[in-house]
């Protein structure tokens, strides 16, 4: 019986060494960095924020507060995750051993409203970073940054770490897209060697071409590139409730008012071409009458509403069909 | 098919025969083009006349110096220029950096005036180059278009197009001294010479071909839409199958010459054979040699044997070819794209590697108003043009065609290009409505209803059906147009149209290109016009004011201008060659003092110089494009310069009491906000480029002296300090002053007014 003292002063360190565990910072780390093997970057949510952002700590950590919820309508949140998700896994695998000691996390609006209100954030997605010894947060919104491509967010990473190892990003091989690639082209390929002399003739056939030619030329110099570049969006609304179709301003655009504008170019060429070769190869006067008032109707017309919507475009022009000159209003 | 009219001929019958005689027709047509190009000169001088005789913008302002530089010191030294003037402490190897074509044509144009006693300034020469080319590019333009079809008047239509036409007046406005004044018709004359030899077949012809661009090289960097629009047009003539002794004539004596005459400049050198964007060129130039042979070895060999030739050796040397460039390329002896060529493919290359390029505004894709406002009705007119040459698919209609894709994509990436699609467009929309015109506007009408002429018409029509490759809407046969009604109805609206186009293109070139940039027009309230001269007269003052050799440091838009205008060093200026040097003065002008000053000290700065918007409204000016400063800066010392440190924690880009530490404490805030609000009663300074309320205190400068403010404080000027006398730093000495000084300050100075004329 006298042994059992000594079994409860022995037990005793193991009892405080059990009950220290949560709080200890490496057994956070590992707890956290287990999860993040399984699925990284990690999900937190109020509570595991706040254990993992606990101030003593020897480890980085950086959160990436963003908002998913197509409610929030945050378009640059959905653009980043893959990003993101990219960047923590690609560094997670070149860093096996943990030695860079850094946990990559992800905070959604709808788990953690209240690590939001309590950073008074106001834009998503931004990105937090805790360096490891101090009480310090840095932040990143990202929408001030010049591009958002995982790079970006590396470089800025590896910078707020000194000597630590920093895994590169990489970008996973596709097999996939190479597999139905490469099938695609052999497909296309064998086809085309078979179906060849049916081919042949619609590949050859003028027709055709002029038709490429035009829509080719029509899609340029509607704008279309611009939306490319720009990403513009499709259509806007008019702040009530309605649809816009053009966007004010000479330097902006929209998706479909490249597309009209692209049709009232169309039609007018077609209109000009219709008057110059198949009006005069219609064989009946009367006929041919109705054609030309027809065709110059729609010339006109289209021409007089391309030239509205300039105005529309260009407060000043002073320009109109039917009177040919407005005065600046 | 054509019906003769009544016997007795009408008057306005006698009036069409009035221009059939052919020497009369040549004269009216050598009248016309005459008138064209007196339209086309008269149509961009608006800024001449209502300003004065001055260079445009910035660039220009380089060209004229290098101009005056060659006019006084002749050819060979002008090739040697070394000029210490520029890019201080660098310096920059002008004579070899530069497209010298331009300089040496105004210069060519100075001394043959000369010769004839005529005096004449060189400036005048400069400032009228780009109208006086707009002449020959009209004619040019007629010479194309002739090329195109059988029907003269389009020819003159193009000419007429060209000349008047915004999308080339925005290049090309008096004193517009650039490089794309001359490039322009350059580019016209050596399609046109390309067609020709290209339908003649001719050594002649293609060597004339060849001289043009090698002209055009030294003109302009835009020439790689030549080197890369021509063997397009060879390769896609080789795979419709229209391979021709003629093509592989005039394509081998173009690429000979012209690849050898292009090496002649000295910035080019060895690009054309060691760069993608010259290799299509290259490739097609082997290609077309191989084609030659094979069609040699066919007229030679059997069916069979051909047949097995052509598979093993067409692989067997595609291979080759293939490897070859991959072993060159990853050898480093072709150079991979260069990033301005790069960024037309890939859009989002350039916003991401090269942020100098994203910079330039110039560099932005294109929206659809600028087409309508550049091109007005041509540009609905050009799809019926490039239609229209499908109908006989020769040779230069495949151009045509060629071009108008390639020059609507690339005008649609880069608003810049817009320049090199104009010509077509001119072309084809030319072709259109001449057709139409001649459609509606001949005299004679067909006899309604002719049995004969039906039976007539089907016999051919059934032909024109049975023979392939031809267009759909060409199907039936030509008969005409019958009634007065649909002449009179349709050539009134084409009229119209005409008549519109050309208030179109007065009413944009007098309103949106025809300012000078350097100095800037508004109206009073009375609507009389006021000008705003600040540009000038700060470069004056640092003429008048400074020392010969005062470096002036400004961000690089300005360089050309002070360099050329106030005649001092710069460090850095418009030709962006050394991102390192310009992110030296982004990194001075976007951190605080302390850490500028000794930037500034390292590089002899004596005066810094800013332009700031904030009084007049005017939104061209330096803090908006600060954020510029700092990307490019950051580039190079990410660890010193934060691009995010210049938002708010919320994300905004702020200037008022709101804008961050960084922000406030930046050299180029400092500078365009000292003593801003002293301006104005307490707690009204306003930011009228931004809108938004200043904070009563202004910040505060220790390391510079504001030298001069210009009268609308569009122009800001500061001088570096020297160092302390007895070593203080300059925060401490500045103190020291201030508190020394406050009483009296306070008594000396009131409030600043705003000169008010």
Known sequence: ?329 | MAVATASDPSPIQVLADFGKSKSLRTLLRVLILCFIAGAAVSSRLFSVIRFESIIHEFDPWFNFRATKYLVANGFYDFWDWFDDRTWHPLGRVTGGTLYPGLMVTSGAIYHALRALTIPVDIRNICVLLAPAFSGLTAFAAYLLTNEMTTNTSAGLLAAAFMGITPGYISRSVAGSYDNEAIAIFLLVFTFYLWIKALKLGSVLWGALCALFYGYMVASWGGYAFITCLVPLHAFVLICMGRYSTRLYVSYTTWYALGTLASMQIPFVGFLPVRTSEHMPALGIFGFLQLVAFIYYIRSALSGAQFKAFLFVGLGAVFGLALLGLVAMTSAGYIAPWSGRFYSLWDTGYAKIHIPIIASVSEHQPTAWPAFFFDLNMLIWLFPAGVYLCFQDLKDEHVFVVVYALFGSYFAGVMVRLMLTLTPIVCVAAAMASSQLLSTFLSVKSPKAKDPEQEDVADVSSKKTKQSAGSLRSANSPYVGVYSFLSKGLVSGIMTIYLLLFVLHCTWVTSNAYSSPSVVLASRMPDGSQHIIDDYREAYQWLRQNTKEDAKIMSWWDYGYQIGGMADRPTLVDNNTWNNTHIATVGKAMSSSEEVSYPIMRQHEVDYVLVVFGGLLGYSGDDINKFLWMVRIAEGIWPDEVSERKFFTPRGEYRVDGEATETMKNSLMYKMSYYNYHTLFPPGQAQDRVRGVRLPDTGPVLNTLDEAFTSENWIIRIYKVKDLDNVGRDHAAAASFERGHKKKKATKKRGPRTLRVD
């Open chain 1, 1 to 329: 019986m006298r042994w059992l003292p000594l079994f409860i002063s022995l037990a005793l360190p193991f009892g405080t060494l059990a009950a220290k565990k949560p709080s200890s910072p490496a057994d956070t780390f590992n707890d956290f960095h287990t999860k993040a093997i399984s699925t990284t970057p990690v999900k937190l949510a109020d509570s595991s924020y706040k254990k993992l952002t606990a101030s003593p700590r020897d480890y980085s950590v950086t959160v990436l507060l963003t908002a998913m919820d197509a409610r929030f309508g945050c378009q640059l949140c959905r653009e980043f995750q893959p990003e993101w998700d990219l960047l923590a896994k690609s560094w997670l695998k070149g860093d096996k051993n943990a030695e860079s000691r850094i946990i990559f996390s992800t905070l959604d609006f709808s788990d953690g409203r209240d690590t939001f209100i309590s950073l008074s954030l106001q834009t998503a997605p931004v990105l937090l970073f805790f360096p490891p010894p101090l009480a310090l947060t840095l932040f990143l919104v990202l929408k001030v940054l010049f591009d958002t491509t995982s790079q970006t967010v590396h470089a800025w990473l590896s910078r707020h770490l000194p000597d630590r190892p920093h895994p590169p990003v990489k970008r996973p091989v596709n097999y996939v897209a190479w597999a139905v690639g490469v099938v695609s082209t052999l497909g296309i390929a064998g086809a085309l060697a078979k179906a060849g002399p049916y081919i042949l003739p619609v590949v050859q056939n003028r027709n055709a071409w002029a038709a490429i030619s035009l829509i080719g030329i029509l899609m340029f110099t509607s704008g279309h590139m611009f939306n490319q570049i720009r990403k513009v969006p499709y259509v806007a609304g008019d702040g009530r409730g309605g649809i816009s179709y053009f966007s004010a301003g000479f330097q902006n655009q929209l998706g479909m008012e490249t597309q009209i504008i692209a049709f009232i170019y169309g039609l007018l060429s077609f209109s000009a071409i219709a008057l110059i070769m198949k009006v005069p190869r219609v064989a009946d006067a009367k006929k041919q009458q109705v054609w030309v008032l027809l065709w110059s109707a729609i010339l006109f017309l289209l021409y007089s509403f391309l030239l509205s919507i300039f105005r529309i475009k260009n407060g000043g022009y002073p320009f109109s069909l039917p009177p040919l000159y407005v005065r600046e209003r």
